[in-house]
């Protein structure tokens, strides 16, 4: 049957609609000519996939793995040798947020601030700690001496789609600017123009000194990419991180369809037009139900807030009516469509959505 998928393919992960063109093609041809290459070689479609994205920000120098979680690893990994080297720090701390996500790895769990997530994989690693998300003055007050970073996602995803406040993230700039500290900005999900932007910082008028992204950026394909600023990479030296298959051509490929694709389509422009599109439908669907407590997001990374505790339920029966949901709560759903999504995908999905919670007894 047809669905309308909501989760691009399940979180976030193929982002350019199933069964893309122009990423098939690159990947086919990639796949018949050179597959893989040690890293230990150069090859033309990893120095240009760095290139191309040193364009779109600050960060200009590349190190790419296979997944989100991973680049959150090497951007831990470079904070702390940067604060060895730069700072002297003999222990370095980094700074994250409750209801943060950063991946199931072991120090990208550690830097999570959920701990249903850590729960049985003790003892973490050290050198982490937590702060409320929004709050400026907790996080001043938990900056030490020891604190090499501060780590956090401009929309918290995985908890819901909270987006940051614009006088947090100024806030937060401004205190790793006061106190020599870095920051590191965790956009695996809201990157690549997933909120209307390029990279969702945008929205705040700062720049990171470390980013991660990983999601979009393959196209359906595995990869993932930390990038720094030039002073900041330049802690790692020869050896200090690798990744067999980071960076590998076919994965280096596929994220370069994928950026072209974006760029030929307009695509972070369409995520911002169809997005608040999308927030109407929804917000019309809810003065109908009176079943939404709240619709928040940007662009097409928008969280849904359900009067009554049935968001599971909901994501089961969505497939009875062809839509694939996901929830983040008993009462929030996460809606992450595909960057090609449409204007008539957007008033399908809310009319859809409204049969499926009166189904499951959302509707007071």
């Given amino acids: 049957r047809r669905y309308l998928d909501l989760v691009s393919g399940g979180r976030a992960g193929n982002a350019l609609g199933h069964g893309n063109p122009k990423v098939a093609e690159a990947v086919s041809k990639q796949i018949a000519t050179l597959p893989y290459l040690s890293n230990d070689f150069y090859?033309?479609?990893?120095?240009?996939?760095?290139?191309?994205?040193?364009?779109?920000?600050?960060?200009?120098?590349?190190?790419?793995?296979?997944?989100?979680?991973?680049?959150?690893?090497?951007?831990?990994?470079?904070?702390?040798?940067?604060?060895?080297?730069?700072?002297?720090?003999?222990?370095?701390?980094?700074?994250?947020?409750?209801?943060?996500?950063?991946?199931?790895?072991?120090?990208?769990?550690?830097?999570?601030?959920?701990?249903?997530?850590?729960?049985?994989?003790?003892?973490?690693?050290?050198?982490?700690?937590?702060?409320?998300?929004?709050?400026a003055k907790a996080l001043e007050e938990a900056i030490t001496p020891s604190t090499a970073a501060v780590m956090l996602e401009p929309i918290l995803g995985e908890s819901g789609i909270k987006p940051a406040a614009p006088e947090f993230m100024q806030a937060v700039r401004r205190l790793c600017d006061q106190n020599n500290i870095l920051l590191i900005l965790d956009e695996v999900q809201t990157g690549f123009g997933r909120t209307g932007r390029f990279w969702a910082y945008e929205h705040y008028g700062i720049q990171p000194d470390i980013l991660t992204n990983a999601k979009t950026l393959g196209g359906g394909l595995p990869i993932g990419v930390c990038l720094a600023t030039e002073e900041v990479a330049s802690a790692f030296g020869p050896g200090d991180h690798g990744c067999t298959f980071g960076g590998n051509p076919i994965c280096c490929a596929a994220a370069l369809a994928s950026l072209e694709y974006v760029r030929e389509n307009n695509l972070v422009e369409n995520a911002e037009r169809v997005g608040d599109i999308l927030r109407r439908r929804l917000e019309e669907m809810a003065?109908?139900?009176?079943?939404?407590?709240?619709?928040?997001?940007?662009?097409?990374?928008?969280?849904?807030?359900?009067?009554?505790?049935?968001?599971?339920?909901?994501?089961?029966?969505?497939?009875?009516?062809?839509?694939?949901?996901?929830?983040?709560?008993?009462?929030?759903l996460r809606l992450l469509p595909a960057l090609v999504f449409g204007e008539t995908h957007a008033t399908e999905a809310a009319w859809a959505l409204q049969n499926v919670i009166y189904e499951v007894g959302g509707a007071p």
């Fill in 43 to 135: 090859h033309y479609f990893q120095g240009r996939l760095a290139a191309e994205l040193a364009e779109t920000t600050n960060c200009k120098r590349a190190f790419f793995v296979n997944s989100g979680a991973e680049a959150n690893e090497t951007a831990i990994k470079l904070a702390r040798k940067w604060a060895h080297q730069v700072r002297g720090i003999e222990k370095p701390e980094i700074i994250t947020f409750f209801d943060s996500f950063h991946g199931r790895t072991l120090g990208a769990l550690t830097a999570t601030g959920q701990p249903k997530y850590q729960r049985g994989f003790e003892p973490l690693p050290e050198g982490f700690r937590y702060v409320p998300f929004n709050d």
């Fill in 287 to 332: 003065v109908r139900t009176q079943a939404v407590a709240e619709i928040r997001g940007m662009g097409l990374m928008i969280g849904v807030d359900l009067v009554r505790p049935v968001a599971q339920q909901a994501v089961l029966k969505g497939l009875e009516h062809g839509l694939v949901l996901t929830a983040s709560s008993e009462v929030t």
